[in-house]
């Protein structure tokens, strides 16, 4: 009798279901049923072995790609990254690695295992305070070795795997220092790296051609991470403290996002108790949530100004855009990414995780700033942004009118040049800015202060030096298609004197390095300033040095003197 009452009640509990939720569970069923079939044959009838975890972990991956880039699986032995996502805090080293591909250094030969990548893996920046830094690995040194292992060959994740690890563990490093023509052996502990979400803060005196009756604030805010809106308020009340700030520019350029609860918290530092900043809404009605201000302000009063650009997304463009739709802050640079999908993360079976979009957000104007729609691809897979003339008007607290469907547009748009191939694009993306810094950190003990520093001509010249003896030759873009028209012109037999003409062009589009240099002399003093100051005053030593000539940081303050 116990046993039909648990059948009748099942039952029940089948036919009380919604028709279409039936509908969905067995369109669920259905499918895994054929997947688990599948996985089941391939295990009976396959020729060799196969990788099971790979071949499962492969086909979810495949398969959440097609619903947008934020829908993501993370496996157990992945945590590790999901925590990074959300805290900024992570096992290691604390240092930026990238990878290599140009010709070996000669001390490097003999470690390259047979039928490896021709790669090598480089610290490119160290940061400053954490054991890398403090144990004198520096920007340049090539890694050979990690805890005995063999990287030559390797990838940036794989060689960052190895360096990760439990904070307190000692890990080992073998390496390369070019200019010091010596292999290093050192060990350190690991400590818990947190990058700072405030990479920098101060007063604004460099660009002395604005004038205002006191000093303005600016902050540097990279990612909205656990407890980031804290040192966000702990950084402007030392300014005010130390310099009674008369404004603040809170730089929010190539911001990513992150915590929405921390873009909330930084917002009610300069807007009214119970002020909507946000609201979510999606399919499960869970997933709706209003998002208000909980504390009375802090900074009621303070002029603000913001910068964006088109890597400003998520939770910047939350801050970015609530402060637009109040009228409590200008917005300067260019259009926001347009991110405007909001993710939780789940736990799946066997200690997985996955990041799913459960909804999308609504700034105080009722606005989404999402630019994409992934839910309608073309034929061939791709998407493409909202097209302005569906997009739609919506009004700010005082009346203007902004638009929803492509981030945040500026309130003050900053012209960027468009891409230039000159020469210092050439020798930029080649490293060579990067390999002279190297060189010239590791023959100099020390320079001036970050806000004295600049590149001297003799410096240039010892650049231009050092690229005569690495070889290196200069061609235009321009020459570079010009040889494509000449091997076209050859193939349609044109006359002899256009060839000739066109033969005698060449060298005009192939002018010297060292010309070419000497046109741009001012970039290039700019572009090694950098790279050189990064290597003795690390993110703070860039920051300074980079804000010192910033065009979206003098509109700035030309807005915040206009009362």
Not at 352 to 357: A, F
Not at 381 to 395: I, M, N, Y
């Amino acid at each position: 009798m116990k046993r039909f009452s648990i059948i009748s009640a099942t039952l029940l509990l089948i036919i009380c279901l919604p028709v279409n939720a039936q509908k969905q569970t067995s369109r669920i069923d259905k499918n895994l049923t054929i997947f688990n079939d599948v996985l089941r044959q391939l295990d009976i009838s396959f020729a060799d072995t196969l990788n099971y975890d790979d071949l499962v972990a492969t086909a979810i991956h495949q398969m959440l790609r097609k619903i947008d880039p934020y829908t993501v699986y993370v496996p157990e032995d992945k945590t590790q990254d999901l925590r990074m996502m959300t805290t900024g805090k992570y096992g290691g080293i604390g240092a930026m690695i990238m990878q290599r591909q140009d010709s070996f250094p000669e001390p490097l030969k003999k470690f390259k295992p047979k039928g490896a990548e021709p790669r090598y893996v480089v610290i490119s920046e160290p940061y400053e305070g954490m054991p890398a830094q403090k144990n004198d690995v520096r920007a340049g040194d090539i890694l050979i070795e990690v805890d005995g292992n063999n990287v030559i060959g390797k990838t940036t994740a794989e060689v960052s795997s190895l360096l990760r690890g439990v904070p307190h563990s000692v890990v080992k490093l073998k390496t390369y220092r070019p200019g010091a023509d010596r292999l290093m052996n050192i060990a350190f502990e690991r400590e818990e790296i947190k990058l700072p979400p405030v990479v920098y803060y101060g007063t604004i005196s460099q660009l002395d051609t604005i004038i205002l009756d006191r000093p303005v604030g600016y902050i540097l805010f990279n990612e909205f991470t656990e407890g980031s809106a804290e040192l966000f308020r702990n950084a402007v009340e030392d300014m005010q403290k130390q310099s009674d700030i008369a404004g603040l520019v809170i730089d929010l350029r190539d911001n990513g996002g992150g915590i929405i609860d921390e873009a909330v918290k930084i917002m009610s530092y300069f807007v009214d108790k119970g002020t909507e900043i946000v609201s979510t809404k999606g399919r499960n009605k869970n997933a709706n949530r209003t998002y208000r201000t909980t504390t009375q302000p802090r900074f009621p009063d303070m002029p603000l100004a913001v910068l964006v650009n088109n890597h400003s997304a998520s939770a910047a463009e939350i801050v970015a855009g609530s402060l637009q739709d109040l009228d409590r802050a200008v917005i300067i640079g260019t259009r926001t990414y347009g991110k405007g999908l909001v993710q939780s993360i789940r736990p799946v079976a066997y200690n997985g995780h996955i990041k799913v979009t459960t909804s999308k957000y609504y700034i105080p104007s009722g606005r989404c700033i999402q630019a994409i729609d992934y839910s309608k691809r073309r034929k061939d897979g791709s998407v493409e942004r909202v097209p302005d003339s569906l997009t739609h008007e919506f009004k700010t607290k005082q009346g203007r009118i902004v638009r929803d469907g492509g981030g945040i547009e500026p309130d003050i748009t900053i012209e960027t040049d468009s891409a230039k191939f000159d020469i210092t694009y050439s020798l930029y993306v080649n490293q060579y800015f990067f390999d002279f810094a190297t060189l010239y950190r590791n023959s100099h003990d020390s320079i001036d202060d970050v806000n004295e520093f600049e590149v001297s001509d003799e410096v240039v010249d010892e650049f231009i030096a050092f690229l005569r003896e690495r070889n290196f030759k200069y061609e235009t873009e321009t020459a570079h298609y010009y040889d494509v028209m000449l091997d076209m012109a050859n193939h349609e037999d044109l006359d002899s004197a256009v060839l000739a003409e066109l033969n005698a062009l060449k060298e005009k589009l192939t002018p010297s390095f060292e010309v070419a240099i000497n046109q741009h002399r001012e970039q290039v003093k700019k572009m090694l300033a950098n790279e050189i100051v990064e290597r003795y005053y690390f993110q703070r030593g860039s920051v300074i040095q980079s804000i010192k000539d910033d065009n979206y940081l003098r509109q700035a303050l030309i807005q915040l003197k206009d009362k």
